[in-house]
């Protein structure tokens, strides 16, 4: 979600400057947006990692403040296709997982926690 929404920023600002991308360009926004949404941690509209890919594809990162105007609502859009992706996922292993998990023998478990909270 995150990168997608990073990537499109960068392509909006390149409009706005009538800058036409390259085929290089655009990989490069894509591959840079997709390596720094996954190590980067919970900053409002991804803003620092948006510069990172500006100045990456050379383009000015002054046109930020365009984008933080209408993020507060995107960014509670973006919360909940996450989280209903989350559950989704959970949902989903849940049932490939449920016969496994019963068949686990429930004393033996409730043994071996309490040996662990005794150490």
Same mark, same amino acid.
């Given at each position: 979600g995150t990168a997608l929404y990073e990537a499109v920023?960068?392509?909006?600002?390149?409009?706005?400057?009538?800058?036409? =991308?390259?085929?290089l360009e655009l990989l490069t926004?894509?591959?840079t947006t997709t390596v720094a949404s996954i190590g980067?941690?919970?900053v409002p509209a991804g803003l620092d990692t948006?510069?990172?890919?500006?100045?990456?594809?050379g383009l000015p990162a002054k046109d930020l403040s365009l984008l933080l105007t209408?993020?507060?609502? =995107?960014?509670?859009?973006?919360?909940?296709?996450?989280?209903l992706g989350d559950g989704?996922?959970?949902g989903i292993i849940h049932h490939l997982t449920k016969d496994s998990l019963v068949e686990a023998d429930t004393?033996?478990?409730?043994?071996?926690?309490?040996?662990d909270i005794r150490e």
């Open positions: 920023a960068v392509i909006f600002i390149a409009q706005l400057h009538n800058v036409k =991308l390259t085929l926004i894509s591959v980067s941690g919970s948006i510069v990172i890919v500006l100045t990456t594809v209408v993020d507060w609502l =995107l960014d509670r859009i973006r919360t909940s296709v996450n989280v989704f996922g959970a004393d033996e478990l409730i043994r071996q926690i309490r040996e």
